[in-house]
């Protein structure tokens, strides 16, 4: 009987459009979102049962440091600032770690960069067949040496497999990336080991252009000679 029913066609409901006379309130709302504006809704208002009933419960005698190290800004709470957070000797050692590991990457890029040359230099310079002929007479030795010099004058590299062509031109955009990270390590390096040396104490003055022997783009600094004890 049940399939019965099934195969009865029957109408599709559609789903009931804004009437035009409200159609300055938009769209109009199903059941659906009905049940989600109401969760929503309720969500909110736990919330605030919750926090008003930790308010209530609060103990007045309560204290926390952060009471006195915070600022309301806006209603907002702005924790104080930590920019003299670590001393300088604290400072000194974070600076020694960061140049120390930026050391480390340097040297590990350049063992990268000297293993895929090698790879790369044995590859381009592989040593050419050599195959001896003998004639017998001048004729048979000039036909010789021209077929030869006809088979030499054609590329080798078009011999060679296009995988084995595509792996080679990827070796050789990642041996120049290599390089170009290793510049911009070693720069990075020599600015954060002239911060460093700039913390040390002591007096310390920027050479001027004039005074400057090796002309460069980076700023030149002279230490003070201190006598030693």
Aim: charged letters at 40%; aromatic letters at 6%.
């Amino acid at each position: 009987m049940s399939s019965l029913r099934n195969a009865i066609p029957r109408r599709a409901h559609k789903e009931r459009a804004q009437p035009h006379a409200r159609k300055r309130f938009g769209l109009l709302e199903k059941h659906k979102d009905y049940v989600l504006r109401a969760q929503a809704f309720h969500k909110k208002e736990e919330t605030l049962r919750r926090l008003k009933e930790k308010a209530s419960f609060r103990n007045p005698d309560e204290f926390y440091f952060k009471m006195i190290n915070t600022r309301t800004v806006g209603g907002i709470h702005r924790p104080k600032s930590e920019a003299n957070k670590y001393t300088q000797e604290e400072l000194m050692l974070m600076k020694t770690q960061d140049i120390g590991y930026i050391l480390q990457k340097v040297q590990s890029e350049k063992k990268k960069i000297e293993r895929l040359s090698s790879a790369l230099h044995a590859l381009d310079n592989q040593p050419s067949n050599r195959h001896v002929y003998y004639a017998e007479d001048r004729e048979e030795a000039k036909e010789i040496q021209s077929r030869s010099s006809q088979t030499s004058n054609s590329p080798a590299f078009e011999n060679v497999p296009n995988r084995i062509k595509k792996k080679t031109s990827s070796s050789y955009k990642e041996l120049e990336a290599r390089k170009k990270r290793v510049q911009e390590l070693e720069k990075l390096y020599a600015d954060m080991a002239l911060q460093k040396e700039l913390q040390k104490p002591g007096r310390k003055r920027k050479l001027l252009e004039d005074e400057i022997v090796s002309p460069t783009t980076k700023p030149v600094y002279k230490w003070r000679a201190e006598r030693k004890r």
